[in-house]
């Protein structure tokens, strides 16, 4: 409510004493509980010392962590699970400095994108072009979380799990062209999450600015903030194809218990003429990250024993008799469902309960509703895996 009148006040005397407003935005920032919900309080013993949490995870994760959770309309239940978890991606990023470090990939001498000819190259541009777009729109329109959402994603995902591991095997060709645009792509890559990151994380950010290139004209916090390029929509969608494949493959991997170390072949049934042509293109990358023997178009496969996943147009078959016992497998899923079902009908009965719901605890209830939705989620999952067995 004070914060209404001090407003009101400060628009008056800047109208009547200066003869304008003194500002034209307000920005109400949600309030800070604990993570059940709670208000904060000596009393409750609740409070938390947000300099406990900077001497133990760092001030840059617990930054991330307030602006990540800031929502509009919601207050913040603030959990240190999610400030290490900020930590984990501030460590995951100076591990992704360290293998451009050791790939002799520096800072960018250029704020324009580098040319590139190669296809990975070509998508990771267009990316950092997405991002920054995306982070930009929700900064101006004050929806801070979805920007530290827009630059977590892009830099866990998109350059740490997928663009740094699509170039290693450039890395280790022999196309020495190929490594030097690799090189000047990544290092512009790795600046622009710098510049996009330093307002949510500003010290690790310059302290990698300044060690990912020695001769730094100027510190990050001066840098010119990214401009939008031009994605190039084609190579975008040779990568993203590719993504896809690999991702589905180790989804039904993950559900089938195929063991780690097992190589599966990869029949295509029904693909386009596209669909061959990327086959044959991301060949070695497909068998590298989806840890396949080989992916290969045919014209028909046999169902019996192999899980069927689509991508696109085609329906990609994985003959998995000969890698692990089915029946086995089958039997182990069974029981799993089964276990599943008992502990999600026993919450069901809770929250049906009219009782329970209206004496426990907000954050009780919650908490329960949360625990079925990911029981449901883990039922529909091995189901997907019993359906594929057939």
Request: charged share 30%; hydrophobic share 45%.
């Amino acid at each position: 409510d004070i914060i209404f009148f001090w407003v009101a006040r400060m628009m008056m005397s800047g109208i009547h004493f200066m003869g304008e407003v003194p500002f034209k935005d307000v920005y109400i920032h949600a309030l800070v509980r604990d993570e059940k919900g709670a208000k904060m309080s000596k009393s409750k013993g609740n409070v938390i010392d947000p300099l406990e949490f900077v001497e133990k995870y760092g001030a840059d994760a617990l930054r991330f962590t307030l602006i990540a959770m800031e929502a509009q309309g919601r207050d913040i239940k603030m959990s240190e699970k999610r400030v290490e978890g900020y930590r984990n991606f501030g460590t995951k990023l100076w591990n992704a400095a360290r293998f451009c470090e050791m790939n002799g990939i520096a800072g960018s001498d250029s704020v324009a994108a580098p040319e590139a000819k190669l296809a990975v190259n070509k998508w990771i541009i267009g990316e950092v072009a997405k991002a920054a777009q995306g982070v930009t729109k929700a900064l101006e329109a004050f929806r801070f979380n979805d920007s530290a959402d827009a630059i977590y994603h892009f830099t866990w995902g998109t350059f740490c799990d997928w663009y740094v591991e699509l170039i290693k095997p450039v890395f280790w060709g022999e196309d020495e062209s190929a490594k030097e645009e690799t090189r000047k792509v990544a290092g512009w890559v790795l600046d622009q999450i710098l510049v996009l990151l330093h307002p949510f994380m500003p010290f690790i950010t310059e302290e990698l600015w300044h060690a990912t290139r020695d001769d730094r004209a100027y510190d990050l916090i001066h840098a010119d903030w990214p401009t939008v390029t031009e994605a190039d929509e084609a190579a975008g969608e040779e990568v993203n194809w590719a993504i896809k494949f690999i991702t589905e493959v180790r989804s039904t991997r993950s559900e089938m218990n195929v063991p780690a170390g097992a190589k599966a072949t990869a029949l295509v049934v029904g693909a386009s003429d596209s669909t061959k042509a990327r086959l044959e293109s991301f060949q070695d990358m497909l068998c590298r990250l989806a840890r396949l023997e080989k992916a290969e178009a045919v014209d028909a496969a046999e169902s019996k024993g192999s899980a069927q996943l689509v991508v696109d147009e085609a329906t990609v078959y994985l003959p998995l008799a000969d890698l692990m016992d089915l029946d086995a497998e089958k039997a182990r899923l069974e029981k799993n469902l089964d276990k599943l079902s008992k502990e999600a009908g026993s919450l069901k009965g809770r929250l049906n309960n009219q009782g329970f719901v209206a004496k426990a605890p907000a954050h009780v209830v919650e908490e329960a509703k949360e625990q079925l939705a990911d029981l449901e989620g883990q039922m529909e999952k091995v189901k997907a895996a019993l359906a594929r067995l057939g």
